[in-house]
T-cell receptor, first 114, second 115 residues
């Protein structure tokens, strides 16, 4: 059973460009989460999917951010018109359905906006 | 809203010794879960241990144990017999068992194991 995978692992972009990250959860996990972690802080919740439905969004998720999980499997997180303040580690996690409390994380995507 | 507090400064611990990492939390909800994750320099968050608010016994998982004191709202992690590979950031997190599904994390504790 493979773990959560994320692609790319690192991304450097110029301010104003769009970026897209992908997350593949553990197979059979119907819940998927995105978090953002800045230097010296713990991860902060961005959004959550159950199957293909996006059920929760944090206020941190501005209009420039959009996430999808079209077939209830992998998910993408897009940031439009990136800003330097978007530089962070973007972490994806997945968990089983009801009764599965633990979220298992992927290796993360480190974004640097120049 | 849930709040997790981890205030210890970075810690140096001798190999083979035990280390305790402090975590206090704040919630008005009665049903919640507490988690500890390890984050090495590579960045991945590795799940270590889970304690449910209704669990009567402290959770243990190999060298990891969770000292759960519900009345004091604390959930300290104890790592026994430290190894060099234990050097990492350690994060305490909480999730309500009903309602939202987000994990709320503390700021973490830095642990460096020295030989």
């Amino acid at each position: 059973d493979t773990g959560v995978s994320q692609d790319p692992r690192h991304k450097i972009t110029k301010r104003g460009q769009n970026v897209t990250f992908r997350c593949d959860p553990i197979s059979e996990h119907n819940r998927l989460y995105w978090y953002r972690q800045t230097l010296g802080q713990g991860p902060e919740f961005l959004t959550y999917f159950q199957n293909e439905a996006q059920l929760e969004k944090s206020r941190l998720l501005s209009d420039r951010f959009s996430a999808e999980r079209p077939k209830g499997s992998f998910s993408t997180l897009e940031i439009q018109r990136t800003e330097q303040g978007d530089s962070a580690m973007y972490l994806c996690a997945s968990s089983e359905g009801a009764g599965g409390e633990t979220q298992y994380f992927g290796p993360g995507t480190r974004l640097l906006v120049l | 809203a849930q709040k997790i507090t981890q205030t210890q400064p970075g810690m140096f611990v001798q190999e083979k010794e035990a280390v305790t990492l402090d975590c206090t939390y704040d919630t008005s909800d009665q049903s919640y879960g507490l988690f500890w994750y390890k984050q090495p320099s590579s960045g991945e968050m590795i799940f270590l241990i889970y304690q449910g608010s209704y669990d009567e016994q402290n959770a243990t998982e190999g060298r990891y144990s969770l000292n759960f004191q519900k009345a004091r709202k604390s959930a300290n992690l104890v790592i026994s017999a430290s190894q060099l590979g234990d050097s990492a950031m350690y994060f305490c997190a909480m999730r309500l068992l009903y309602g939202n599904n987000r994990l709320a994390f503390g700021k973490g504790n830095q642990v460096v194991v020295i030989p």
